[in-house]
């Protein structure tokens, strides 16, 4: 019979005895709990209680205190962290930064006051972007590159940015449109491959820098820019005639080079050698007009003299061209001479062949070894024949 139907007692399963008694009180069995636990722990004890006394409870104490102590170093040991050499300690407070360590041994608070991220700062990132866009001629071209990026500040890679790899990435499309739509074709494929690789990084840069990502653009490698394979073959005729122009115009520049100079010489050497005739015709001019005011002097002191030298110079002159031998021979003189006629023709051959023709009216030649007097005789001889 259940204990609280009726007739079935005063009994319940919280009493001890007698149905009378209500519930146990809820301060005993807290008070019971303590003295269990305290007894555990070597806590006080009721006098009367078995095991009690000073001796254990100071056992108790000492134990505790030991264990707590090795607990303490455990925990201030467990704050001591090293960082590798390619590595950065982002130690954190309460979730919020304090400081950034370098390679080697640090401690910290340990947990749950603080904790370190160690972040890998040397560690190359790379990825790819291919994308075909329209170019400052509109053009379409197929570009296709490699950005490659390391961690610079551990802590903004960690905190500034929700996901700095998307945010490069994103910058990266956007540049290379901004860049690629800015410039001409013939630049892209051409000689103005690096410059716009170089462009682009710095620019990524920039914008990595402005969101603070902490991420450094190491390098961009850009692959040569290809036209779409539907004007491929247009585009590959046109590189041609462009490489034919600039190998005419390199030959035509070396013509230019080789005939220039031979040209430029050519008008020194003439205007040379004008300056040097117009200064042998200016001294030829002085000194015969020099000459001939000296011999105007000495016809101006002596006509006469001066007349008969005149003459007997052109005489000489005139006959010394001349083949033609005149002989002097005085009256009633029956004398034989004899001249080696062929000898001094032939002695005088070369100078006739190489000097001017002779004088209209010259008849004979005095000889080189006719008198002066002989000579003065025929002078006169001309004079009365004339």
């Known amino acids: 019979m259940a204990w609280n139907e009726p007739g079935g007692g005063n009994k319940d399963p919280w009493s001890g005895g007698s149905g009378d008694q209500g519930p146990p009180d809820l301060d005993e069995v807290v008070k019971k709990l303590q003295e269990r636990f305290g007894g555990l722990f070597g806590g006080p004890r009721e006098p009367g209680s078995p095991g009690g006394g000073d001796q254990g409870s100071g056992l108790g104490g000492r134990v505790i205190g030991a264990l707590l102590g090795v607990l303490l170093l455990v925990w201030l040991a467990s704050g001591i962290y090293i960082v590798g050499p390619a590595e950065r300690g982002v130690e954190l407070r309460f979730g919020k930064h304090t400081e950034t360590t370098g390679p080697g041994p640090h401690w910290h608070m340990p947990l749950p006051i603080e904790r370190v991220i160690k972040v890998n700062v040397d560690e190359i990132a790379s990825f790819s972007h291919k994308a075909s866009m329209l170019t400052q001629d509109e053009n379409i071209v197929d570009v296709e590159l490699t950005v490659q990026s390391r961690i610079q500040d551990a802590a903004n890679y960690l905190f500034q940015d929700q996901d700095p790899e998307k945010t490069l990435r994103d910058a990266t499309v956007t540049v290379v449109r901004v860049t690629i739509g800015g410039s001409k074709l013939d630049y892209v494929m051409t000689e103005g ?179 002066a007097s002989n000579a003065r005789r025929i002078v006169d001889r001309e004079r009365g024949m004339r």
């Open 193 to 371: 491959r690096s410059a716009v690789a170089f462009t682009i990084k710095e620019r990524i840069q920039s914008l990595m820098d402005q969101y603070k990502t902490g991420l450094l653009v190491t390098s961009v490698n850009m692959q040569p820019a290809k036209p779409p394979e539907q004007v491929k073959a247009a585009f590959d005729d046109a590189i041609k005639a462009r490489e034919d122009k600039e190998r005419l115009e390199n030959q035509a520049e070396a013509y230019a080079n080789e005939v220039l100079p031979r040209a430029r010489g050519e008008a020194a050497r003439i205007v040379a050698d004008a300056m040097a005739y117009r200064d042998k015709a200016i001294a030829e001019s002085e000194g015969e007009t020099a000459r001939f005011t000296a011999v105007l002097n000495e016809y101006l002191k002596a006509p006469e003299v001066t007349r008969e030298r005149l003459y007997l110079e052109t005489l000489e002159q005139v006959f010394t061209a001349n083949s033609k031998v005149l002989l002097d021979i005085e009256e009633g003189g029956n004398s034989l001479i004899y001249l080696p006629i062929d000898q001094m023709l032939k002695d005088r051959q070369p100078q006739t062949s190489t000097s001017e023709p002779p004088a209209l009216g010259a008849t004979s030649v005095v000889p080189p070894f006719e008198p």
